[in-house]
């Protein structure tokens, strides 16, 4: 199994990223693609999620309403639209998945995600 992260940068407070995710080597369906973060000096911190069946998303409240998870079902990749970026949105991004559906308090978790990409940084400034 393959995950790759890219579309990182740098961007001024009130711009926009666009993250993709490309997934390989599945041999069954995945239970969720989840994105997460992790600033310097913090814990990595679970900010949106897609489940594979229903293509249901869950986001963390720090992005709510800015972030968007979206799935291309023909591309096996999933994105983070990243909308009105804050500088305390830097931090290293990664998309990791899941084998099986989390359950509802468990889709941010990190520890429900066997299979991570590499991360890809993102830097908001001012």
């Known amino acids: 199994v393959q995950l790759q992260a890219s579309g990182g940068g740098s961007v001024q407070a009130g711009g926009s990223l666009r993250l993709s995710c490309s997934a390989s080597?599945?041999?069954?369906?995945?239970?969720?693609i989840g994105w997460f973060r992790q600033a310097p000096g913090k814990e990595r911190e679970g900010i949106a999620c897609i489940i594979n069946r229903g293509n249901s998303a869950y986001y963390a409240d720090s992005v709510k309403g800015r972030f968007t998870v979206s799935r291309d079902m023909a591309k096996n990749t999933v994105y983070l639209q990243m909308n009105s970026l804050k500088i305390e949105d830097t931090a290293v991004y990664y998309c990791?998945?899941?084998?099986?559906?989390?359950?509802?308090?468990?889709?941010?978790?990190?520890?429900?995600?066997?299979?991570w990409g590499q991360g890809t940084q993102v830097t908001v400034s001012s």
């Open positions: 080597g599945f041999s069954r369906d995945y239970g969720a």
């Open positions: 990791a998945a899941s084998s099986n559906r989390p359950i509802v308090s468990a889709r941010l978790n990190p520890n429900v995600y066997n299979f």
